[in-house]
């Protein structure tokens, strides 16, 4: 199923077409460096210490939104985790392109790096278009559970902001409730603006053109309280 470092099943695709001389490169040298160990704690204050600010996204695909929001904000510490091996490639390469020395990466199911993460580790959090799994036998598969809306909750900041976009609308059934129903997140759209049009602070992938789901996009922006 998977060519996963653990060996464990992963839903969806772990690497897809071969790698280009530079991407392997890149995943051989600079991967050990932006990365950390697969067992312990992982404290995103300790990996990127000189940063006030941390933020996580998770399954960055093509990597567009990490590196685009990393560049953007280079004063602020960034944290990525993606299981697809292609991905990780394209944010190593844009991590180069752009001189970032603000992103952390790690190829991994971000369900299993969350919970070794502290409270309150993170100022943001992104999931963008995560994989819809519309199928309502699959529905177990969606990263959106009533477990992992606990954890993305426990890892914000007080005041904190969490941001999950999808265009599938089994997924946007599905998920709103489950992070409506935390006590400690808060919806923040007022309009129907505030969730059908790209946020002022978005930055658009490769994905989100394709316009591979049923509607337009909506953004479910979160705040801890
Ligand atoms: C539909 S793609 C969207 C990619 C990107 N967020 C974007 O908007 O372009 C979903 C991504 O989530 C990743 N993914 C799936 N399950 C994941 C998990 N448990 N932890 C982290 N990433 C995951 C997939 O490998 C894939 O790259």
């Not at 993170?122 to 309502?136: A, E, V």
């Not at 598969?141 to 993305?152: G, I, K």
């Amino acid at each position: 199923m998977s060519d996963h470092p653990k060996g464990k099943r992963l839903f969806g695709r772990s690497q897809g077409k071969a790698l280009s001389g530079r991407q392997q490169r890149a995943v051989d040298e600079s991967l050990p460096h932006l990365s950390w160990p697969d067992e312990g704690p992982v404290d995103p204050k300790a990996l990127l210490p000189d940063y006030d600010h941390h933020v996580l996204e998770i399954g960055f695909g093509g990597a567009e939104h990490l590196i685009g929001q990393a560049a953007r904000a280079r004063e602020t510490g960034f944290i990525g985790i993606e299981p697809f091996l292609n991905g990780v490639a394209k944010a190593l390469t844009g991590i180069e392109d752009h001189g970032l020395t603000n992103v952390r990466v790690k190829r991994e199911d971000a369900r299993d790096e969350m919970v070794r993460m502290p409270d309150a580790a993170f100022d943001q959090i992104y999931l963008l278009f995560p994989d819809p799994w519309p199928k309502s036998r699959h529905a177990k598969r969606r990263f959106v559970q009533t477990e992992t809306v606990h954890e993305l909750a426990r890892l914000l900041k007080p005041g904190g902001r969490l941001r999950v976009a999808t265009d599938v609308r089994s997924y946007a059934d599905h998920a709103f409730p489950l992070l409506e129903a935390h006590r400690e997140l808060t919806w923040t759209g007022k309009q129907a603006s505030d969730w059908r049009d790209n946020p002022a602070d978005h930055i658009v992938t490769r994905y989100q053109t394709k316009q591979l789901g049923d509607i337009a996009p909506v953004f479910m922006d979160f705040v801890k309280a």
